[in-house]
Every structure is written in structure tokens, then in C-alpha cells.
């Protein structure tokens, strides 16, 4: 009984340990959105993996239903207006591309 259970627990441990070995680490990358007066302003505030960043695409759903995309720049500081009717509860995205080719949404919220 102990020789199986033991078995067992190596089986079920190889498999949890070889599935976490594949998975991608995050990268680190802010990127910030504030609704004004003239649209929403995409804020790209830089971040550990923001020089491996190779383009940011911007989207924010206006109250239409009508949705406006826009490229922010790639290096900390870098700001997009993207301008529309933006009033409350629009949605807003950015999705940065990376050197190794990977996408990650580093921002998703409502405004």
C-alpha cells in the first residue's frame, strides 16, 4: 500500500511540476487610461519589461458602441489621445507586443 501510494504521489508531482515548466511568465509592462474633456488618454508609465516591448494598440469603446484603436508609443512616458464620445462605463484595452513575439493585455478596466 505505502509502495503505490508512494508511486502515485511521483506520478501526480512529475505532472504539476512539468505543466508549470511550460507556462510563460508575465511581463511587466504599466499602462495607464484616464477619460478628459477631449477623449481618453493612454498613459504607457514604463515597467521592467518595457524595453522589450515592440508596439502597444490602444482601444476604447465609445458610447456608441463604436470602438477607436490608436498605437501607443513603446517607450515610459509615451501618451495617446484617442478621441471620441467617451461619457462613462467605456471599456478600454491595451495590448503590448513583445520582442519574442508574445502578447499580453497589460490593461483592461472601464472608464
Same mark, same amino acid.
Given at each position: 500500500?505505502?509502495?503505490? $501510494?508512494?508511486?502515485?504521489?511521483?506520478?501526480?508531482?512529475?505532472?504539476?511540476?512539468?505543466?508549470?515548466?511550460?507556462?510563460?511568465?508575465?511581463?511587466?509592462?504599466?499602462?495607464?487610461?484616464?477619460?478628459?474633456?477631449?477623449?481618453?488618454?493612454?498613459?504607457?508609465?514604463?515597467?521592467?519589461?518595457?524595453?522589450?516591448?515592440?508596439?502597444?494598440?490602444?482601444?476604447?469603446?465609445?458610447?456608441?458602441?463604436?470602438?477607436?484603436?490608436?498605437?501607443? *508609443?513603446?517607450?515610459? *512616458?509615451?501618451?495617446?489621445? !484617442?478621441?471620441? +464620445?467617451?461619457?462613462?462605463?467605456? +471599456?478600454?484595452?491595451?495590448?503590448? $507586443?513583445?520582442?519574442? *513575439? $508574445? $502578447?499580453?493585455?497589460? !490593461?483592461?478596466?472601464?472608464?
Amino acid at each position: 500500500m505505502v509502495g503505490v $501510494t508512494c508511486v502515485l504521489a511521483a506520478i501526480i508531482a512529475s505532472f504539476v511540476f512539468g505543466m508549470a515548466n511550460g507556462m510563460d511568465k508575465a511581463k511587466i509592462v504599466a499602462v495607464t487610461a484616464e477619460n478628459g474633456a477631449n477623449g481618453i488618454t493612454f498613459t504607457n508609465n514604463g515597467g521592467h519589461d518595457v524595453s522589450h516591448v515592440t508596439g502597444i494598440t490602444v482601444n476604447a469603446t465609445q458610447d456608441s458602441g463604436v470602438d477607436v484603436t490608436g498605437t501607443l *508609443g513603446n517607450s515610459a *512616458g509615451s501618451r495617446k489621445l !484617442l478621441t471620441g +464620445a467617451f461619457t462613462s462605463n467605456n +471599456a478600454v484595452i491595451a495590448t503590448a $507586443t513583445f520582442d519574442d *513575439g $508574445t $502578447t499580453q493585455v497589460v !490593461l483592461s478596466t472601464t472608464l
